[in-house]
């Protein structure tokens, strides 16, 4: 009987159906997470004097919208490993570039640092870059350059500098993002 199942010819295609199959479900399988995972946030986050540490998350969420005929992108973000967060609104996107918060135009761009989205009542935790610093200086700014934007995905770079309702400052630098709409 074993040498009847050894050499039939049935058995050997249905062994390498079966490896075929189970290749071809693997591959899937790993294509999907990989697609999964591409979204991520990094850079370099410093709240009031503080030094500055690493930010980063894999959760990174893009909606793009319109908003009074004009495109909207959303970027928000929360680190992995706290509950610091990022949100930024870019307005008039239509093509990668360099776009300014608050920038200069009927809509003004937004980018705001929040130390723990966790206390979202507390006004002192928004650091965001229409606010004065201590000295009533209007000093915040950001800057996002976007070098990727397809129908399905965004690429870029972006800095903030915000000040929260005390005129203590936050600042965002070297951050990179890359995420699915």
């Known amino acids: 009987m074993k040498?009847?199942?050894?050499?039939n010819p049935l058995v050997i295609i249905s062994a390498l159906l079966l490896l075929v199959v189970?290749?071809?479900t693997y591959s899937k399988n790993l294509e999907a997470a990989e697609r999964a995972s591409m979204g991520y946030f990094?850079?370099?986050i410093s709240f009031e004097d503080n030094d500055s540490h690493k930010l980063y998350s894999d959760k990174v969420k893009v909606r793009k919208t319109s908003e009074r005929g004009v495109t909207v992108i959303t970027?928000?973000?929360t680190d992995n490993n706290s509950a610091e967060s990022v949100f930024v609104k870019l307005y008039g996107v239509e093509s990668k570039g360099t776009f300014f918060i608050p920038g200069e135009g009927d809509f003004q761009n937004v980018g705001n640092l929040i130390k723990d989205?966790?206390?979202y009542r507390e006004e002192s935790n928004f650091y965001q870059t229409t606010l004065a610093n201590e000295e009533g200086l209007k000093n915040?700014?950001?800057?996002?350059n976007i070098i990727k934007l397809t129908e399905d995905e965004i690429e870029g770079e972006l800095i903030i500098i915000a000040n929260n309702s005390e005129g203590k400052q936050a600042q965002l630098e070297s951050a990179r993002f890359k995420?699915?709409?």
Do not use: D, H, P
């Not at 915040?140 to 996002?144: I, K, L």
């Open 75 to 77: 970027i928000v973000t």
């Open 3 to 7: 040498k009847v199942l050894k050499n």
């Open 22 to 24: 189970t290749a071809i």
């Open 140 to 144: 915040g700014v950001g800057r996002v």
């Open 42 to 44: 990094s850079g370099k």
């Open 117 to 119: 989205v966790n206390l």
């Open 179 to 181: 995420a699915k709409f």
